[in-house]
């Protein structure tokens, strides 16, 4: 593969710096990351331009535009630091992040309480059952005594 002319070279560093401004404000196409792909496809030029090379005597040269993949990578590192977030998808998953935890926490509290009202309910029933246990037996001891007599049933008020 030739070289390319200075000319070139130049143009397609305006492209690529263009392209590098756009992405650092955000301004990313539909499924579009803030990444090395997106700058080489936005700016027009191959991602190979970005990485070092090796010649044929196996030693490595930078290449064309490692500078400024270098430069991108530090302008979205300083970003990141500073709490901005150029990526919406990164946005978007630090966001789902918060409310994943927000919900386990909610769910927790759910669990917590249903399993208080859960003890409550079988303390419930026991206490009920014990209750109704004290009654029968109560009854049972009113009726083998004899000597406790029922009440007539209360009457409806409508006679005089």
Do not use: W
Request: aromatic share 4%; glycine share 6%.
């Amino acid at each position: 593969m030739g070289r390319i002319s200075d000319s070139d070279r130049a143009r397609n560093e305006d492209a690529i710096r263009a392209a590098m401004d756009r992405l650092l404000r955000g301004e990313l196409r539909p499924g579009g990351k803030c990444d090395l792909k997106t700058l080489a496809l936005e700016s027009g030029v191959t991602r190979t331009g970005f990485y070092p090379k090796k010649n044929r005597d196996g030693t490595t040269r930078p290449g064309p535009y490692q500078h400024l993949a270098e430069e991108f990578e530090r302008h979205l590192v300083a970003l990141q630091q500073a709490g901005e977030i150029v990526d919406p998808r990164t946005a978007q998953i630090e966001r789902l992040k918060a409310q994943v935890a927000e919900l386990k926490d909610r769910v927790a509290k759910r669990d917590e309480a249903l399993a208080e009202l859960t003890a409550f309910k079988t303390l419930a029933h026991s206490r009920i059952a014990a209750q109704h246990a004290e009654i029968e037996r109560l009854r049972e001891q009113t009726a083998s005594l004899g000597n406790v007599r029922r009440l007539p049933s209360a009457r409806s008020s409508t006679a005089p």
